[in-house]
């Protein structure tokens, strides 16, 4: 029987391999860019996102987000300029959401799941390098 993942669980599963295989993060003295900065960016954006719509949604797992993107900081943020871009990926999708929604409507719910559809296939596909 084939198990069916869920977006939330993809993208979870994908987070954990990410913080598990810092093997992304390359020695200190290498240039600061790395071929998947753009996807890196754009998980951290979305993870910010999310983490300010499933708060104003009323859900409780908020911090979850935003400790992904903590341990994600933690291990591809090897120079102040790394970690700079990514705080400001994550900054910069929560407050773009924070001054669209202001309360949980069903536009608020799809854009939640649309994130962490596309949130996972990223998460995935970075995972996937790391090995």
Same mark, same amino acid.
């Given at each position: 029987?084939?198990? !069916? ?5 993809? =993208? =979870?599963?994908?987070?954990? $391999? =990410?913080?598990?295989?810092?093997? =992304? ?6 240039? /600061?860019?790395?071929?998947? /900065?753009? @996807?890196?960016?754009?998980? %951290?954006? !979305? ?8 708060? $104003?949604?009323?859900? *409780? /797992? ?7 993107? +903590? ?8 120079? %102040?300029? +790394?970690? %700079?871009?990514?705080?400001?990926? &994550? *900054?910069?999708?929560? +407050?773009?959401?924070?001054? #669209? ?7 608020? @719910? #799809?854009?939640?799941?649309? &994130? !962490? ?13 790391? +090995?």
């Amino acid at each position: 029987m084939r198990r !069916i993942v869920r977006p939330r669980s993809a =993208l =979870l599963a994908g987070l954990v $391999v =990410l913080t598990l295989a810092p093997g =992304l993060a390359h020695a200190v003295g290498e240039e /600061d860019r790395r071929p998947y /900065d753009s @996807k890196l960016v754009r998980l %951290a954006e !979305i993870l910010g996102a999310v983490h300010y719509l499933r708060g $104003v949604c009323g859900e *409780n /797992d908020g911090l979850v987000w935003h400790e992904h993107m +903590r341990q994600l900081i933690e291990n591809e943020g090897t120079s %102040a300029y +790394r970690r %700079a871009l990514l705080t400001r990926s &994550f *900054n910069s999708g929560y +407050r773009s959401y924070s001054r #669209t929604y202001s309360s949980c409507t069903a536009s608020a @719910k #799809t854009a939640v799941q649309r &994130f !962490i559809t596309e949130g996972a296939a990223l998460a995935e596909g970075l995972a996937r390098t790391a +090995r």
